[in-house]
Nanobody
Framework: QVQLSESGGGLVQPGGSLRLSCTAS????????MGWYRQAPGKQRELVAM???????NYADSVKGRFTLSRDNAKNTVYLQMNSLKPEDTAVYYC???????????????WGQGTQVTVSP
């Protein structure tokens, strides 16, 4: 079984920075997709940034130029560097991933437990 472990959330002032980390553990043969969604109170969960199966990276328009997604494949970890944070970035951030876990093509997909990011003076 695969587990996702997130860290790095917290309280930051507008204009500040945070870095989120998500590490996957378990039997993983290949990462298909891995990245971050967020959910603000009263709103639907939305994509923030994602490494896609095709090798590209997708960012929400609202975070382009401010957030950067990176990864350490050896550690099965993705990072979300968030700069120039705004109050509207306040949300619970969830790691999302899909992995190939068996040579027969079996995949695993799931979410982390979420980490709170609060941007406030």
């Amino acid at each position: 079984q695969v587990q996702l472990s997130e860290s790095g959330g917290g309280l930051v002032q507008p204009g500040g920075s945070l870095r989120l980390s998500c590490t996957a553990s378990g039997r993983i043969l290949r990462t298909n997709e891995m990245g971050w969604y967020r959910q603000a109170p009263g709103k639907q969960r939305e994509l923030v940034a994602m490494f896609t199966n095709g090798g590209g990276t997708n960012y929400a328009d609202s975070v382009k130029g401010r957030f950067t997604l990176s990864r350490d494949n050896a550690k099965n970890t993705v990072y979300l560097q968030m700069n120039s944070l705004k109050p509207e970035d306040t949300a619970v951030y969830y790691c999302d991933a899909e992995f190939l876990i068996d040579q027969d093509g079996t995949t695993w997909s799931g979410w982390g437990q979420g980490t709170q990011v609060t941007v406030s003076p």
